[in-house]
């Protein structure tokens, strides 16, 4: 006998704010990274690759900093191989 085991993905329109925790952290980064809003706009919509999100965990795990996650040293993370931000941009 098998079940259904359908998964579904929220989708919260961020815009009108419906899930609080969405919410706070869009508005973390408008305040503290506005370049990064769009990235996570798609994502709370849906609407985004799995490289963005992986890109906007790796943002969250190190509170908005490239840097950080430059130079992560967490090598036993799941995602520390497709961490974004690993060179240095060209100046
Ligand atoms: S790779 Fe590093 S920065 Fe990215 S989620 Fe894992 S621990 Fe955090």
Do not use: N
Request: with cysteine; aromatic share 8%; glycine share 4%.
């Amino acid at each position: 006998m098998t079940t259904s085991t359908k998964r579904t993905r929220s989708t919260a329109p961020v815009g009108q704010f419906s899930d609080a925790k969405r919410a706070r952290m869009l508005c973390a980064v408008q305040r503290d990274t506005p370049s990064k809003a769009g990235l996570f706009r798609r994502i709370y919509a849906g609407k985004a690759s799995p490289r963005d999100v992986i890109k906007a965990q790796c943002l969250h795990c190190c509170w908005l900093e490239e840097a950080a996650i430059r130079e992560c040293t967490a090598t036993e993370c799941p995602l520390w191989d497709f961490r974004p931000y690993q060179r240095e941009r060209a100046t």
